[in-house]
């Protein structure tokens, strides 16, 4: 296989041709009239099937792509912060000076320090560092620079914090009652409410042939990207910020950084580069806010960096959900209605709750032509680890729900898993639970070809011989 | 502080570092190495993986001490000016890693095998990559690059890409 | 991680003389592979204030046979035990046991030594050892002394190692050498997993009478420490070899077990786990035993 570099010397053409070097004619000016041209719909994307190659899948492979922690900028400090711990508690009184007087450690600084101290993507509830009050053992109460991470991370320990440990809310259900201590009080602990309606769900319910109730619960997922949350601070004399960062939304990050700095927008650049996954997590500002003041306070860059346990309890997870569905079906499993509660773990902060509320509303009855719907959410506080965006947003926890709810129902009613799906599903031009007519659809095409491919015989005619993919145990069905 | 000195990509290179530094932080922060990744520091992802003596290990959880003399191949170490390793062409033609953070470590790891075993099958390949994570990518396009940079290793034409 | 003093110890003599002089002031801990210790490290601020390097004691890498039976230096890693023509001819259970444990890159820097005295009660190496009554030896300021494997542990995390003392090999004993064994984990995963149960079971066969001869069991993760199973391996010695026998030698098994309840399984899975796994220990080693009389390739003992 010949090798890729070519250099000038192999290229004649471009000596002899010096016109390609001489830069294109501009394009012709666009003229209106525009025509707009309707794409036709149900077309598959050429793209589909194809193998692809990255554009920087070289730069991986040969160990060249420089990730935030890669990078190192002269006379850097490392920044670690001091984490609560404990679930909820009223902090009493932070001590540093131990701390500080490690030989090394060049600055620390706690809530006190923060201009603004609270910010996040919908409800600002957020802190960048516990002021008086602790609501998860991530929260951070102190941040510290030093001349190593090594002496940071020993530096957290000479830290002393005194709580008064307060009892904590552990159960989103005990969340949601009304005479449980709100979390954030005297806010309420419910946050978040949505409520979707269609139809008429008792009256569905009156003409059902049987009725059909199941609760289901997810847990709480950590996405673990390899590469942990780093970001590296560096101000410039005219006053301007520039932090490195491994943040998936720049421009809300800039938001949030020139809110909790209290500094323009205009003089706040963040850069993002190549990250080493996301998924979700790090959808919102960390430590961004407390480099910039470690770095303003000891004009010097400072980089900090995740640990893995901290992205486990100190970042953002995938929301628990409590899923409650009533659904009413003929004998021939034709659902004529269908009634949900969900209940979200809201963790400690909002985050991304609203959206992730809102879309497991909309999706919690599933891809099925239900025309009698009730669909009520609730996303509540609790003193455990902040629930945010993580792919999917509330589809894969109602995914579960109503996937394995219909095959309760099937089991039950002795109908085909495939057939009681097909009999139910999506078609061009259904309406959602929300009143969109829906186009491009392509559900039951898909069921079928999925369960072609999985080598699917029907009920009870022996399902999970080798469909090529290898163990020959049983196969399930998922919409 | 402990001075180490042992070769690290066919160089003799020297550091003086706090007894408690790992090889991962040597290579790291010492001889400015960042191929090797701080993933968990644990030994649990693999991203950090070096290898040692013709061997892969996890260098986050070898102290920079016990490395003493020893010969460590870094993923700095597989290319030259003019060529890529096999791994690394196929890693790029079949598109096998995504954010790319785990691929220093995975090809580390497939090298090794790749010495030992000059026709691995799948399940030789899965257990080589035990002790690599990858969040991306479900690993079935780095078998089919292990694979595939395995015929070029023994001089055969690539199998046709289905 | 917290920073501690580091010594790297020539051969096991000097690092014995190092423990010595800092075993009563000072917090110390013997590291060889690391794999376990310095993950424990990494965000604990309990570390130790000295760790001295054994790495570098070639002679405790040597894997021989002699007239003690089958001497396994502490430092040998995991992939060397898998490798060694010398185990795999005659422990085919301790090369799967070594595979079994964490990962290729965990293998070749873990050490048989480290997984012993980390002494976890899940720990891989030491249900086979355990079953094939392994003999340690250990040396110390005051010299060496030998210890059966099965007083070796004394809990989770404690073993009879004094702070000043070093593990230096484990003895598979002469009349052992060969005897069919087998050995089983049962993890949530296949690789990197910890056992949630293992076990592993030894004996000999009278070919004539067709019985059991001299059975041992051990299990894995049911106990505080590795346990034997004495009331299995009373059922079975002298008893029949039938596929009733396993199945019911692995249901006593379960009364020999103390298995608890955490975040990984329950004592009633593990029970049901401690049943299945000797069952199949059992008819691993039969199976090897039939094999190894089929090629003549039975060293020692009844063949």
């Known amino acids: 296989m010949a090798d890729e570099r070519s250099k000038v010397a192999d290229r004649p053409d471009i000596l002899e041709k010096p016109d390609i070097l001489r830069p294109p004619k501009p394009a012709p000016l666009v003229t209106f009239p525009i025509d707009v041209i309707v794409p036709e719909g149900r077309q598959q994307t050429p793209a589909v099937g194809q193998r692809a190659s990255r554009a920087d899948g070289r730069l991986h492979g040969l160990g060249q792509t420089k990730y935030i922690d890669d990078m190192y900028l002269p006379n850097m400090l490392f920044a670690k912060i001091k984490r609560a711990g404990t679930g909820s508690a009223r902090i009493k009184s932070i001590d540093t000076k131990e701390a500080e007087a490690m030989p090394g450690v060049v600055a620390i600084i706690t809530a006190r320090d923060i201009p603004c101290n609270s910010f996040g993507p919908s409800l600002q509830d957020q802190p960048v560092l516990a002021d008086t009050r602790v609501f998860h053992a991530g929260d951070g109460v102190a941040a510290v620079a030093a001349e190593t991470e090594q002496i940071a991370t020993e530096a957290l320990e000479k830290i002393k914090v005194e709580y008064e440990v307060l009892s904590p809310v552990l159960d989103p259900l005990e969340s949601l009652k009304l005479e449980t201590p709100g979390v954030h009080a005297p806010s309420a602990n419910v946050y978040g409410h949505k409520i979707i309606k269609k139809g008429d769900v008792q009256k569905a319910f009156a003409e059902s042939d049987r009725i059909f109730e199941g609760t289901f619960r997810t847990q709480m997922v950590e996405h673990v990207p390899l590469e942990p949350y780093a970001c590296i601070a560096q101000w410039d004399a005219n006053g301007r910020l520039t932090i490195y960062s491994t943040l998936g939304r720049i421009t809300l990050g800039r938001a949030d950084v020139a809110r909790t700095l209290g500094i323009p927008m205009s003089r706040i650049r963040i850069v993002a580069t190549v990250v080493g996954g996301n998924f979700g997590g790090k959808n919102e500002i960390r430590a961004e806010p407390i480099v910039g003041l470690l770095s303003k306070k000891t004009g010097r860059p400072v980089k900090c960096t995740y640990t893995r346990p901290e992205e486990f309890y100190a970042s953002t997870t995938r929301h628990p959900l409590i899923m409650d569905y009533k659904t009413g079906v003929t004998n021939k499993g034709k659902i004529l209605g269908r009634k949900i509660r969900l209940v979200l773990d809201g963790g400690a902060y909002c985050s991304w709750s609203e959206t992730t509320l809102g879309k497991a509303c909309i999706l919690s009855a599933g891809p099925y032509n239900i025309d009698n719907v009730e669909a009520e959410a609730f996303v509540v506080y609790t003193n455990k680890t902040m629930t945010g965006a993580m792919r999917g947003f509330g589809a894969p926890q109602v995914c579960f729900a109503y996937e394995s709810h219909m095959d309760d129902m099937a089991h039950a009613l002795g109908i085909d898993p495939i057939d009681i799906r097909l009999m139910n599903a999506f078609e061009e031009g259904s309406i959602s639970p929300t009143g969109q007519k829906l186009h491009s659809v392509v559900a039951k095409e898909s069921i079928l070809r999925a369960a072609k491919r999985f080598g699917w015989n029907g009920l009870g005619n022996g399902n999970g011989s080798d469909n090529g993919h290898g163990n020959g145990n049983g196969t399930g069905v998922k919409a | 502080m402990v001075t180490v000195t042992l070769k690290v990509n066919g160089k003799t290179r020297s550091a003086t570092v706090p007894p408690e530094t790992t090889l991962l932080r040597m290579l790291r922060d010492q001889f400015d190495l960042t191929g090797a990744k701080l993933g968990c520091d644990v030994g649990d992802c693999g991203a950090c993986t070096v290898i040692v003596d013709g061997q892969p290990v996890n260098s986050c959880l070898m102290l920079a001490g016990q490395s003493e003399g020893c010969e460590v191949l870094t993923i700095e170490g597989l290319a030259d000016i003019d060529h890529m390793h096999p791994l690394q062409k196929l890693f790029e033609h079949f598109g096998s890693l995504q954010c790319g953070f785990c691929g220093p470590g995975v090809i580390m790891s497939a090298k090794a095998l790749l010495d030992a075993n000059s026709n691995p099958c799948t399940q030789e390949i899965r257990d080589a990559l035990g002790g690599n994570l990858c969040r991306c990518t479900g690993y079935s396009k780095m078998i089919e690059a292990i694979k595939g940079a395995a015929c070029i290793m023994r001089g055969e034409e690539l199998p046709a890409v289905k | ?303």
């Open chain 3, 1 to 303: 991680m917290k920073a501690f003093e580091l010594f790297a110890a020539e051969n096991a003599d000097h690092a014995v003389a190092i423990l010595a002089k800092h075993a009563a002031t000072a917090k110390v801990k013997v590291i060889a592979g690391g794999t376990d210790l310095l993950a424990d490290w990494k965000f604990s601020p309990h570390g130790p204030d000295v760790v001295v390097d054994i790495s570098r004691a070639d002679e405790l890498k040597n894997i021989a046979v002699n007239e003690q039976g089958l001497v396994i230096g502490s430092m040998v890693t995991h992939s060397q035990i898998m490798k060694s023509p010398v185990i795999r001819q005659m422990f085919p259970a301790l090369v799967h046991a070594a595979h079994t444990i964490g990962a290729v890159q965990t293998r070749n820097r873990g050490t048989l030594g480290g997984n012993l005295v980390t002494a976890v009660p899940s720990m891989d190496s030491g249900p086979t050892l355990m079953a094939l009554e392994a003999i340690v030896t250990v040396i110390g300021a005051t010299g060496r002394r030998q210890v059966p494997l099965s007083e070796f542990f004394l809990g989770p995390r404690k073993t009879i190692l004094k702070p000043d003392e070093l593990l230096a090999e484990i003895i598979i004993p002469k009349a052992n050498l060969g005897k069919p064994t087998h050995f089983y984990k049962f993890g949530l995963r296949k690789g990197q997993a910890l056992a949630l149960v293992n076990a592993a079971a030894s004996f000999w066969v009278d070919w004539d009478k067709n019985v059991f001869v001299a059975p041992r069991v051990a299990l894995g993760a049911v106990a505080p420490k590795v346990i034997r199973a004495p009331q299995a391996e009373a059922f079975l010695e002298g008893r029949k070899i039938t596929p009733e026998a396993m199945e019911e030698a692995g249901r006593i098994a379960v009364n020999d077990a103390r298995p608890i309840t955490d975040f990984r399984a329950s004592a009633d899975y593990r029970k049901n786990l401690v049943a299945v796994l000797t069952k199949r220990c059992i008819e691993g080693a039969y199976e090897l035993a039939q094999k190894q009389r089929q090629e003549g390739t039975n060293g020692n003992g009844n063949a």
